[in-house]
């Protein structure tokens, strides 16, 4: 899948003339839409706000959604369902500032039903995203996942049913020390791998000491698996 992001909004993607900024240019997008279509063999899809600035009517994002699907060919929408201001806000400040606004998405799938449609923004828990799929095709979590992807581990039988054990976040570390290894030999930093995985026991007893542990350690010349090590070892067992 390639996706084409219509929603940034920093200042830096605006002087490109992509991001959001391309929400007002339906034409253009749905040009490179259909372009980049004649060229892979893999769906195009495009993930946009659902307005920029003064223009966050529902017309505003239907017309937008009905250009790019005819003309375009796109047949898959991520949602974020806030506007972005492209002037007077940081892109943090667009994630967190313009209100979520999910019943539009929802109306959107209505309207677009041969459309398919996935929703993004603020979703926490797995029980948000199940009251999501009862409107849409599809739910996307972006900083929730990151800075806590152990919300994760429970998505195949919750989201989609499959009968499987799920892992304890002590195995999915130690399931990581090959990868590791690997690109240990290979020059690579072990500070830029366990970055990642900071979040991994949020919430959790020994969260802080593997977070602090981690971040003192990996960062060092010649740091290994062993720091890794050391720091679940401050984890107390899961049962």
């Not at 749905?30 to 307005?51: F, H, L, Q």
């Not at 994002?61 to 796109?74: A, R």
């Not at 449609?117 to 095709?137: M, P």
């Amino acid at each position: 899948e390639i996706n084409l992001n219509v929603g940034c909004p920093s200042d830096r993607v605006q002087n490109g003339r992509f991001g959001a900024c391309l929400m007002a240019e339906p034409e253009l997008v749905a040009e490179c839409v259909s372009a980049m279509r004649d060229v892979v063999d893999v769906p195009v899809t495009v993930k946009t706000r659902i307005g920029i600035d003064d223009q966050d009517s529902y017309e505003f994002l239907t017309d937008f959604v009905s250009i790019v699907s005819e003309k375009g060919g796109c047949e898959q929408f991520t949602i974020h369902a806030r506007k972005a201001w492209l002037s007077g806000l940081s892109p943090k400040e667009n994630r967190e500032i313009p209100p979520l606004d999910y019943p539009r998405a929802y109306q959107l799938k209505k309207d677009f039903s041969h459309l398919t449609i996935a929703i993004n923004g603020g979703v926490k828990t797995l029980e948000e995203s199940k009251e999501h799929l009862q409107h849409l095709d599809g739910v996307m979590v972006g900083r929730e996942a990151y800075q806590n992807p152990y919300i994760l581990a429970n998505v195949d039988q919750e989201i989609f049913g499959l009968d499987k054990p799920v892992k304890k976040r002590s195995q999915v570390v130690e399931e990581m020390y090959p990868y590791i290894e690997q690109q240990l030999s290979q020059g690579a930093y072990l500070g830029h791998i366990t970055r990642h995985m900071l979040g991994l026991f949020q919430n959790m007893p020994g969260a802080r000491q593997w977070r602090r542990y981690i971040s003192e350690n990996a960062h060092k010349p010649g740091s290994g698996i062993e720091v890794v090590e050391a720091a679940l070892a401050k984890i107390p067992k899961e049962l």
